[in-house]
C-alpha cells in the first residue's frame, strides 16, 4: 500500500533516523580494551533508531514518534494528528497530580515501532503522520497564565491542520483548548461530546470561575459552543446540585447518565449520543474524563466515583464516535499518577488517544477505498 502522500515513506515521515538499524556502523565499538573483547563487546550490533527502541529507552514521547514542537515544522511535515501535553491542575477541586499525567499518559505503553490495531485491523502510524507537538509553556500557581499557553498551544497546533490530542491536566484544559478550536473552526461549529462522572457545569468553584468544575459552563456563557451542541455521557453519584442541572436543560445539554446506561445498555446510549453529537454542528471535540470510568479500574484521578464505565466500554466508544463524525479535537484529563496503581489509569488514557488515532487511520483507508471503487469502472459479465 502506498505512504501518506508524495512519495514520502511512512519511516520518512516519523523519523529523520533510519527505521531499523544505524547506517554509520554505529553498532561497531570504536575502541574496546582486552577485557571488554574477552567478553564479546567489541563485537559489532545491531543498532535500532529511538523510534524502534523499547519504550522505555530513549525519549518520553508518545509512542516514541518525533517530538516537534514548532508549528511551522509540524505543517511542513503535515501531520495529520499532533500530541499535546497539557501538564496543569491547579484548579483541581480534590486530589491534585493531574500535572503529572501528559508525561505518564505517554509513558505507559509497551509497543514501539509500527503498531496494528486487533480492533479495527489497520496500522495507524503507516497511514497517518502522527507527532508529538511536546507541552504547553505551563508555570505553577498561575491559572490566567496557565490557561492562555495551553489556548495558545492548542491553536498553533491546530492550525497546522494536525488534530490535536491534547494530554490533561486537570478538566479546566478544555476551556482553553475547545475554544481554541471553536474559533479557529468559524463559521463552521464544533459539538462537544464529553465522558465523565461529573458534569463540570458549575457557576464556580468557590468563587474561581476557572476551575475544573466548571469549564463546560464557561464555553456555553462565552458563546465558543451552543448548549444544544454537548452531549454528555456516564455521569453519577451526588454531584452538581440539582440547580446545576436545571441551567443546563434551560441551555440545551443533552446528558446520559449512568442509570441510563445500566438500562438500556452501552451500545444504545452511544448510538444516541453519536446522532446526537451530529445534529448541528460541522466537527465534533471530544472530551475523556477518565473518572468516567469505574474507580476499581481507573484509580489513578482526582475526583473518583464508584459505579463507572468499563474500559472497553469506553474504548469501543471512542471509536466509533472517531469512527462517525469529523474528529476536530479531543482532549483526555483528570489522570493522577500519584493516586494510580501499575499504570492502570495512565494505560486506559493513553489506549484512549491510540483507539481515536487507530479510528481515524481506518477512516482514511476507507474513504480511500471508497474513492477508488467510485472511479473503478464495474465489470460486465462474460459472454
Avoid at 27 to 50: K, N, P
Avoid at 176 to 181: G, Q
Avoid at 275 to 296: K, R, T, W
Amino acid at each position: 500500500m502506498p505512504g501518506p502522500t508524495d512519495g514520502v515513506s511512512p519511516e520518512q515521515s516519523r523519523t529523520a533516523l533510519p527505521t531499523h538499524h544505524e547506517s554509520n556502523g554505529a553498532g561497531a565499538a570504536r575502541q574496546v580494551g582486552e577485557i571488554a573483547r574477552q567478553h564479546g563487546w567489541g563485537s559489532e550490533f545491531e543498532t535500532y533508531a529511538d523510534y524502534d527502541l523499547p519504550t522505555y529507552v530513549g525519549p518520553s514521547s508518545f509512542m516514541k514518534l518525533p517530538w516537534v514542537t514548532d508549528p511551522d515544522e509540524i505543517g511542513r511535515r503535515r501531520a495529520d494528528v499532533a500530541i499535546v501535553g497539557a501538564p496543569f491542575d491547579d484548579a483541581v477541586s480534590h486530589r491534585p497530580g493531574a500535572r503529572f499525567g501528559p508525561r505518564a499518559i505517554r509513558e505507559a505503553q509497551y509497543t514501539s515501532g509500527s503498531i496494528h490495531s486487533l480492533q479495527l485491523d489497520v496500522d495507524p502510524f503507516e497511514v497517518l503522520r502522527v507527532v508529538d507537538a511536546g507541552d504547553a509553556n505551563i508555570t505553577p500557581a498561575w491559572i490566567e497564565r496557565a490557561h492562555a499557553m495551553i489556548y495558545r498551544k492548542v491553536r498553533d497546533v491546530a492550525s497546522t491542520g494536525a488534530v490535536p490530542i491534547i494530554l490533561g491536566g486537570d478538566h479546566s484544559i478544555t476551556w482553553p483548548s475547545a475554544t481554541a478550536i471553536a474559533e479557529l473552526r468559524r463559521p463552521g461549529s464544533i459539538g462537544i461530546v464529553h465522558f465523565d462522572a461529573h458534569a463540570d457545569t458549575a457557576d464556580q468553584d468557590w468563587g474561581v470561575l476557572a476551575g475544573h468544575g466548571t469549564p463546560m459552563r464557561r464555553l456555553i456563557e462565552s458563546g465558543a459552543v451552543l448548549g444544544r451542541n454537548f452531549v454528555q455521557v456516564g455521569l453519577r453519584g451526588y454531584w452538581p446540585p440539582a440547580e446545576t442541572f436545571r441551567w443546563m436543560q434551560e441551555h440545551g445539554l443533552r446528558y446520559h447518565l449512568m442509570r441510563e446506561i445500566e438500562e438500556r445498555g452501552a451500545e444504545a446510549v452511544i448510538d444516541q449520543a453519536i446522532a446526537e453529537a451530529l445534529d448541528g454542528p460541522d466537527a465534533i471535540y471530544l472530551s475523556v474524563d477518565i473518572d468516567v470510568l469505574d474507580p476499581g479500574l481507573a484509580p489513578g484521578t482526582g475526583t473518583p466515583e464508584p459505579g463507572g464505565l468499563l474500559t472497553r466500554e469506553l474504548l469501543r466508544a471512542i471509536r466509533r464516535i472517531v469512527g462517525s463524525v469529523e474528529l476536530a479535537a479531543m482532549d483526555i484529563v483528570e489522570v493522577s499518577p500519584p493516586y494510580d496503581h501499575a499504570e492502570v489509569t495512565a494505560m486506559a488514557a493513553n489506549r484512549c488517544a491510540l483507539e481515536a488515532i487507530a479510528a481515524l487511520a481506518k477512516k482514511r483507508l476507507s474513504a480511500g477505498a471508497q474513492g477508488l471503487a467510485s472511479t473503478t469502472p464495474t465489470p460486465t459479465s462474460a459472454g
